[in-house]
């Protein structure tokens, strides 16, 4: 509670005394709340022989208090306790209001999470048999885009790939257009997705459907989690999206804006270090910047002899010419992954509401010490009866698609075609730079860890959801 001396309006005032005779408010509760604070604001009308006036006293009244009377301060002061106990009469209804919601799954309010829409409740009734309260249901157009990004994530997409085709495929609908159009406001045409964005988003446990306190989930008298809302992922995806999201971040080498097509792939014929994108400025002989592939052994302190560099448009189209040659007319084969049980992740994830139940329960007596004794109880019937169910391991299955590689190809965008090449373990080596030797196909040599021919290793190498 913010003291009356350090609120903006108020306490210029009280700093200028000499200026005025009296203080008027509309309610004691807008003066102060506590009993500590009005002792101070009356110890400073004291001081300075100011009167308190409040428009609205007890019974609707005008009270006008002059501090110079002890009768007045006890009055004072009675009047604050009261104000005090009022309060915390507010605030306790408030915090047992949002635990009930909690405790039956029922929507707070907010903000509409993307993928979502208030709806209400679909079991919780009133008195009269009317729905009470909200339940976040599914969105009709936008849960499905969620679990798109999802499965886009746990198949490697980078971000920045997931936030291009959210533009190109569902321009506009972004989370803060979502919630204009649930409030009937217009949306922002010009909205876009961004790769910080897709990361937010899919970190969040609102797609669970889950009730969050304190950052777990709450759980019912059983141990089970409690859900305001329909799940958009089931518990399964959920944490193969967080393991694939932790196994990446935003600024890992796959994310960054400057990777280019054969980051990885295309290494220097002298040295065998990697090479990097780089341009050429316009010249006399150039009247655009010219993108180059280089050695960068002197960069990252290593020597080469001759350092290659070739022009990257020439490079790019030999690639992806040669790998097409080497499996376009295969069929493209697609590794879906089948779960295994593992709630390795859900029983640490009671593990640690367990430890932070039990350091509450140490501070807390009576009624609310039972309650917590009993959500910590209830979380360990869970973790044994989770302990007791076997491990199996999730594996992978190839099936056919009826797509060729060669049209995968030409519908994927840079990332993936790099994720394709690296996949194969493909491999461009770049030979001695010739002054004016203008045959760059001569100097370079392609290959994979499988060759053509050997299309069941290539398909493999090739996952159809790179």
């Known amino acids: 509670m913010t003291r009356p001396f350090d609120r903006p309006e108020l306490g210029t005032w009280l700093a200028r005394p000499s200026e005025f005779d009296a203080v008027a408010w509309w309610r004691l509760d807008r003066a102060v709340r506590s009993m500590h604070d009005m002792s101070d604001l009356a110890g400073w009308a004291k001081d300075h022989k100011k009167r308190l006036i409040f428009a609205e006293g007890p019974g609707g009244g005008r009270l006008e208090l002059d501090m110079t009377s002890p009768m007045s301060e006890l009055i004072l002061m009675i009047l604050a306790f009261a104000a005090q106990m009022e309060a915390q009469s507010i605030q306790e209804r408030t915090t047992g209001a949002a635990a009930y919601l909690r405790s039956v799954g029922r929507w707070r309010g907010g903000r509409v999470p993307f993928g979502t829409r208030p709806m209400p409740h ?206 376009g007319r295969l069929e493209l084969v697609e590794l879906i992954t089948i779960p295994g049980a593992d709630h390795t992740a859900e029983i640490a994830e009671l593990d640690e509401e367990v430890n932070e139940l039990a350091k509450r329960l140490a501070v807390l007596r009576g009624a609310a010490g039972d309650a917590v004794a009993a959500q910590i109880q209830s979380r360990s019937d869970r973790l044994g009866r989770l302990r007791e169910q076997p491990v199996t391991a999730e594996r992978t299955e190839s099936i056919a698609t009826g797509m060729t590689y060669a049209e995968r190809w030409a519908d994927a965008d840079e990332a993936d075609r790099r994720t394709m090449l690296l996949d194969a373990g493909a491999r461009v080596v770049v030979g001695e730079t010739t002054r004016g030797k203008r045959d760059v196909d001569s100097r370079l040599t392609f290959d994979t860890r499988a060759h053509e021919g050997d299309g069941d290793l290539i398909a493999d190498a090739l996952p159809g959801h790179s």
Not at 173 to 189: E, F, I, Q, Y
Not at 202 to 226: A, F, S
Not at 272 to 301: D, E, F, I, T
């Open 122 to 327: 679909p079991t919780e009734v009133d008195r009269d048999g009317e729905p009470a309260g909200w339940y976040l249901a599914e969105g009709p157009d936008t849960a499905e885009i969620v679990r798109t990004m999802a499965d886009l994530v746990i198949a490697g997409k980078s971000y920045h790939a997931i936030a291009a085709w959210l533009n190109e495929e569902h321009p506009g609908v972004t989370p803060a257009n979502h919630r204009a159009t649930l409030k009937g406001a217009k949306p922002d045409p010009s909205a876009r997705w961004n790769p910080g964005m897709v990361s937010t988003l899919l970190r969040q446990n609102t797609l669970r459907g889950l009730v969050i306190e304190d950052g777990c989930p709450v759980r019912d008298g059983d141990g089970e989690p409690v859900r305001q809302g329909d799940p958009l992922l089931d518990d399964e995806t959920w944490r193969r999206l967080q393991a694939a999201m932790d196994a990446r971040a935003m600024t890992g080498p796959g994310n960054r804006s400057n990777v280019h097509p054969l980051l990885g792939v295309i290494f220097c014929g002298s040295c065998g270090g990697r090479m990097y994108q780089g341009w050429l400025s316009p010249g006399p002989n150039r009247k655009a910047p010219v993108r180059q592939y280089r050695c960068a052994a002197k960069a990252h302190g290593r020597e080469c002899r001759k350092p290659a560099y070739v022009v990257a448009a020439k490079v790019d189209d030999y690639v992806s010419r040669k790998f097409m040659e080497a499996v």
